[in-house]
């Protein structure tokens, strides 16, 4: 992991310019941006998904898939005719995992992330690269995540909704606030290799549950990178939760993963990670108390997620990160990498 922050030797604007209305057709022609998507036994929010990043405005990228599916529901994937999609399968399970391999499979020099089951407008590709040239290409930059339309009253769809576009630089001040989410999220290649990728210790299908997405902004701050936050920049999500599973996986869970980071980079010797801990540790003692006095009991379990999960990342195996060697294989015969 560098403790620095390293330029990326390659600033898109010109061919972003240059290729604004025009297809990548060609095989060896490089793309601009490259979007990473992560998969599991979805096939159908996938399908949804591609199809509207297919619909883009910038015509000049690719799209990344690592799938982890079952192989009953990886029969099921759709296959895309568009030479721009290049699918991938990863045996095992953990998102950080397959967005790991995503990184070392994208050949643009920026990166667009996003979840599943989510959509994108037809301006995200174009704003973002905007965005990214803005920030200098030396940000990872956060966008809108907005709950889509349901019809079940008693699910629920995470979302993150900032108010104001922030930039913010330097170790953190106090507490480490909530910087966004990965499903919108965009950083420079050589950024996320010089970072060391995604922790794969955290996030969906790990023991530890989330927070891949806010490790890897806190890890950019104490590089000396800037982590950007832009309202404008909006995608849509529709994975629905029934309110139970809403209060264990999105909160509950989140609280014991963000506890189980902060661990992590405690263990590894980062001193401002353990700054960061006792701040939480103590807010989370002071909220366990009024919850006890007031009988409030989702703060309580809150509290004691979060305890549960510095215990949990402490004890959990060394952190890997961006392996260099590739442990996926094609699944449409398509690896422009070997070409």
Known sequence: M??????????????????????????????????????????????RCIESILQSEFQNFEVVIVNQSEDHLLAETPAFADVRVRHYYQSGRGKARALNEG??????????????DCTVPPDWLRDGLAECTRSGHMALVYGTLRAGSHADPEASIPEFLPGQRRVRRGRPRGRLPFLGVGANMWAPK??????????????????LLMAEDLDVAYRALRAGYSVVT???LEVTHWGARTVRNRDQDWYVGGTFAVGASHARRLREGDLWAGWLLVAKLSDFAVGAYRALTRRHPSQIRSSVAFYRGVLAGWRSPRSGFLERQSAATPVDGRDMRAE
């Open 2 to 47: 560098s403790s620095g922050a390293r330029s990326p030797a390659h600033d898109p604007k010109p061919e972003m310019e240059e290729s604004r209305s025009e297809p990548l057709h060609h095989a060896r022609m490089l793309p601009v941006v490259s979007v990473v998507i992560a998969t599991r036994n979805r096939p159908g929010a996938l399908r």
């Open 190 to 207: 050589a950024m996320m290799e010089a970072l060391g990728g995604f922790d794969v210790a955290l996030g969906p299908g790990s023991d």
């Open 103 to 116: 990184i070392l499979r994208a050949l643009a020099p920026t990166l667009a992330f996003t979840d599943d």
């Open 230 to 232: 832009e309202p404008s």
